[in-house]
């Protein structure tokens, strides 16, 4: 079992930044890839950003691409994502997810574990 736990959410103006970061806890997050996940009311969630458990290969969405970035912490067994540059349709809740020894899947269903979600909401 991984417990993973996101936190860093808020309300920022629009073409601010923001990082929210997530957190495991309960098995070697070394061993798992970590994907970003949004929701926003009313829609499907969508795939965001991911890190292979390598850490070498990284993914993104063509609509954050050169503003949000993933890393990872191995030591910390942290994972963040940087958003910058934010817009009003960033707006959702972001959610993390973890898939052992994944290459960083952009399908949510490769992923076993999930956090609860922390909100964002960028404002005009």
């Known amino acids: 079992q991984v417990q993973l736990v996101e936190s860093g959410g808020g309300l920022v103006q629009a073409g601010g930044s923001l990082r929210v970061s997530c957190a495991a806890s309960?098995?070697?997050?070394?061993?798992?890839?970590m994907g970003w996940f949004r929701q926003a009311a009313g829609k499907e969630r969508e795939f965001v950003a991911a890190?292979?458990?390598?850490?070498?290969?990284?993914y993104y969405a063509d609509s954050v691409k050169g503003r949000f970035t993933i890393s990872r912490d191995n030591a910390k067994n942290t994972g963040y994502l940087q958003m910058d540059s934010l817009e009003r349709e960033d707006t959702a809740v972001y959610y993390c997810?973890?898939?052992?020894?994944?290459?960083?899947?952009?399908?949510?269903?490769?992923?076993?574990?999930w956090g609860q979600g922390t909100q964002v909401t960028v404002s005009s």
């Open positions: 890190i292979s458990w390598t850490g070498r290969n990284t």
């Open positions: 997810a973890a898939d052992a020894y994944g290459p960083g899947s952009t399908n949510p269903t490769e992923y076993d574990y």
């Open positions: 309960g098995r070697t997050f070394s061993r798992y890839a």
